[in-house]
């Protein structure tokens, strides 16, 4: 039988429309999928999970200025910390940012923020509040994006001056202010373990909840209950500084509760853990007094942001739980912060994964090299406030002034500052703790500004009567359990210590202007009123007599400094001796 032409192009043509088919099916369907997982599905049924980011600033110390160094690297200053908080919030990929302070906020801060009263480091932060923040009253709406908690140098001027700073109000003070009245912090502070003698109550709301896309996240604070012992017992007589972890876990039951399961802590206490780059990593060793604090937190805490000890840390521990708990800490002065993620499920409010990654803010990469020009332009109006007090010249530096130690324990800068305190008060001999020189000094100009960097905290330099066994006795303390924070800087005397003997016998030879120390005597002994208090662990100074005090720290280094000839050539000279 012949074919039939018609029918033949009419199965060609049926073959060319199945095969059109096949291919559009090929094609489109990845594409139809795809749409499904991404589009459709989002329209009918909610994410199971939310992404969180908290960034971590701790111990940031009024650090507005730039001038910091990491790994011999500029870093840090306001306009370089807001590039780098700029960008982190807009990198995308997350249902919501929080930004964290883990105290520290202020106090030793540098001349730009520490002599306006750090008002300008409050506004700056406040530059990060949304508008769920607008006023410190409404800081704790559920969807303000700031929290913090406080520090033991929150209290370095008083409770009084402390709430003003958060609450807001000019107060008794004569300063310029940045923003008149002053407006207080529009972030929401929180502390659990500070409370009231008269009461026992909590000086500040113990935690606060925050509501990210649907689910709450609690946030506690605690600031480190060793706080009495590195503080003016004047400024904190009203309060009590109670166990951290026990404080914490108080508030555990109440927050659950209310069905919050995602939990995290800022503690103003740390450790210190080897530097690296990356997200947490699992085998870190961290040492240091937040290692004894984590495994005695509620099981239902998965991380802690922590601060104090002014080092790097990111790393898992285990709470009383056995969970593992996300510890992180990112330096000190506007160095770096801890870029937290979080992934918490919808239905359970349980946070199912947590990693970090400590950012040093470099300013010599991006986006480093672009500072925040918003922040910038706040920066150059606060030095122009500041200008006339901090940029008044007092002497010159013939070599760098620095804090750098002697293998037995002294330093120029650290002679210096303990020099002008004897000076001041005539006295045989004076006593500082390191810890109170808070900033080096480079070869050239000496402002007001520089001087104050190095003693930022209006310390009273006062004078007290000693007799020789209890002079021995203070430089015995600089071995004793607990140990303490710092080591001291003499003047007036020369030591010798053998570091081999035991901790109460160490000191082998004393000498005051060349003659040996007579236990029996009495001598004349300069100290500021934080270690006339005891401060830093040196309980021996509470035993003087004859208290008299005189000028503040920084007027006492100031009168010095110009009393001295010029250019300063100042070095160690060996009044500190190791043996062993």
Known sequence: MTPDPRQERLQIRLHILIGLCILALVIL???????????????????????????????????????QTLNKRPVGGSPVMASYLNTAMASGNTDGVIIALPGDVVGASPPESGVLLDEPTMLFFNGYANQYCARPSNSRDASCNMVATLGNHEFDNGITELMRKINGGD?????????????????????????????????LPPYTLRNISGVQVAFVG????????????????????LD???????????????????????????GSQTPYDGPTQVNGTVTGRVTTIIPRLNGDIDVVLSGHTHAFTNAYLTNSGGNPVLLTQAYMYSKGYADVDLIIDRATGEILHKSA??????????????????????????????APEVNRLIGVAARNLTREKTPAGESALGDLVVDSQRDAMKTDVAF??????????????????????????????????????????????????????????????????????????????VKIHGLPLDLKALYTVSVVDFLAGGGDGYTTFKEGQNITCGPVDVDALVTYVQSLPQPLNITTDGRIQRIN
């Open 29 to 67: 369907a990845p594409i139809v999928f795809s749409y499904y997982l991404s589009g459709s599905v989002h329209a009918t049924q909610p994410d199971t999970t939310i992404h969180v980011k908290i960034l971590a600033i701790n111990d940031f110390h009024g650090q507005i200025i730039p001038g």
């Open 171 to 203: 107060g008794a003070t004569n300063i310029t202010h940045l923003v008149d009245p002053y407006p207080g912090s529009k972030t929401t502070y929180v502390c659990a373990n500070v409370v009231w003698k008269t009461n026992n109550t909590p000086i």
């Open 222 to 241: 605690a600031a480190t209950m060793n706080t009495p012992s590195i503080q003016m017992s004047a400024k904190i007589e009203d309060v009590i500084f």
């Open 244 to 270: 951290e972890a026990e404080s914490i876990n108080r508030y555990i039951p109440e927050i659950q509760a209310r069905g919050v399961h995602a939990i995290v802590v800022l503690l103003h206490e740390g």
């Open 357 to 386: 990654q400590i950012i040093p803010t470099y300013a010599d990469q991006f986006p480093g090299t672009s500072p925040d020009p918003a922040a910038a332009a706040f920066l150059a109006k606060v030095k122009k406030v500041v």
């Open 432 to 509: 500082i703790t390191n810890g109170g020189v808070r900033a080096d000094h480079a070869k050239g100009n000496i402002t007001w500004g520089d001087l104050y960097s190095i003693q930022p905290f209006a310390n009273i330099v006062c004078s007290m009567t000693m007799n020789g066994e209890q002079i021995k006795r203070v430089l015995e303390q600089q071995w004793q359990e607990p140990l303490p924070p710092h080591n001291l800087a003499v003047s007036g005397l020369v030591y010798t210590y053998d570091a081999a003997r035991p901790a109460g016998s160490k000191v082998t030879d």
